[in-house]
Every structure is written in structure tokens, then in C-alpha cells.
């Protein structure tokens, strides 16, 4: 072998031990302190913007007995008094709702109330500017903060009632966003009260 390609391979291993020693470990979560990128946390941005969207969407409510069901569209800031006339309960008990028969309705439409502890839809976050897309990286945010909201909900308007069958017959009062298909009215709540 020739001296120059031993003096070469030699060069290499060196530089290659040399920045082996010099690399500086970076523990999992301080990324952001080296990068200035950090890591989206849903969780926290929805519980800091909670109180301002659950503001929001009870002054933009309207009485859901006014309103013409074709008009509902995603995240329709609605207000509903009326008297549950089912509790429904689906995938082992994951996927609650209450049907409620507005008062001063007289429609055909069906009133629901999501319940939890999973939620269909985004219409929570849908209802409110608080934030909106351009405020978030890409969809994956945006879509993460509205599984945020609606864990905050959970957490803070539907899991303290502990609703079972009980319900049933009890009049409620409903503040929420709401979506319609057909006839079928979806509502989500951001506040609660049974008499």
C-alpha cells in the first residue's frame, strides 16, 4: 500500500474519532432550545384559549328552534332548551348522546347531544376565531387542536355531570356548536345545565 493512501486513511479516522468526541447529545424534548423550533402541544394551547372560545360561541348562539335546519352548517354557534327524550349510548359506552325535543319546535328534525367521552367532528373549533388555520404549522395542527377542544370539554363540561339514563325526561339548557345532515342536528356542547 503507498504512504499516501495510509496517511489518508489515517487523516480519516481521526477526523471521524474527533467529531464522534465532539458531538454534543441533545436529550429528547430540548430540541427547541438548539433549533428555536418547538414541538406543538394541542393540549396546552387549547386549555390557555378554552374560556375565550366557550365566550365566543355562547354570545354567537341562537335559538335552535329559529333556525331553518338548512342553515346549520359546520360550527353553528347554537343555544337548545328542551326535554331529553332518549340517552344513547354506543361503542362500550365511549360514544354518548342525549336526544332532546327543542321547546317551541315544530319541525321534524332530530336534536343530539355529543356526550363523550369521543366526539365526532371539528364543529367546537369550527365555531370559534379565537384561532384559525393560520395560525397552525399545517392540518395536522389544526386538527390536533380541535381533538384538544374537545377534550377539554369533556374534561371540563361533560365528565363533572356523570349523565346516565337518568336523564331521561329532564329538561336541559345547551350552549354549543352544531352541524345538521338531513334532518339530524349534531350538537356539541361547551355548556350544560340540567333542571
Same mark, same amino acid.
Given at each position: 500500500?503507498?504512504?499516501?493512501?495510509?496517511?489518508?486513511?489515517?487523516?480519516?479516522?481521526?477526523?471521524?474519532?474527533?467529531?464522534? !468526541?465532539?458531538?454534543?447529545?441533545?436529550?429528547? #424534548?430540548?430540541?427547541?432550545?438548539?433549533? #428555536?423550533?418547538?414541538?406543538?402541544?394541542?393540549?396546552? @394551547? @387549547?386549555?390557555d384559549d378554552w374560556g375565550s372560545v366557550v365566550s365566543e360561541i355562547t354570545e354567537k348562539a341562537q335559538d335552535i328552534a329559529g333556525l331553518d335546519i338548512a342553515a346549520i352548517g359546520p360550527g353553528t354557534a347554537v343555544a337548545l332548551k328542551g326535554t331529553v327524550s332518549e340517552y344513547v349510548s354506543k361503542a362500550n359506552g365511549k360514544k354518548n348522546s342525549i336526544t332532546v325535543a327543542p321547546e317551541g319546535y315544530e319541525g321534524d328534525a332530530v336534536f343530539s347531544v355529543q356526550l363523550g367521552s369521543i366526539y365526532s367532528g371539528t364543529d367546537v373549533r369550527d365555531a370559534q376565531t379565537v384561532k384559525g388555520f393560520a395560525d397552525f404549522t399545517n392540518q395536522t395542527?389544526? @386538527?390536533?387542536?380541535?381533538?384538544?377542544?374537545?377534550?377539554? !370539554?369533556?374534561?371540563l363540561v361533560v365528565a363533572p355531570l356523570a349523565i346516565d339514563e337518568s336523564i331521561q325526561g329532564k329538561t336541559v339548557s345547551v350552549i354549543g356548536a352544531a352541524s345538521a345532515s338531513g334532518n339530524e342536528v349534531m350538537i356539541t356542547p361547551v355548556s350544560i345545565t340540567i333542571e
Open positions: 500500500m503507498k504512504k499516501s493512501k495510509i496517511v489518508l486513511i489515517v487523516c480519516i479516522v481521526v477526523l471521524v474519532a474527533f467529531l464522534a !468526541l465532539s458531538a454534543k447529545v441533545i436529550d429528547k #424534548g430540548t430540541e427547541g432550545e438548539y433549533t #428555536g423550533v418547538v414541538a406543538f402541544d394541542a393540549g396546552a @394551547s @387549547s386549555s395542527e389544526w @386538527s390536533q387542536y380541535a381533538k384538544a377542544l374537545n377534550s377539554q !370539554l369533556d374534561e
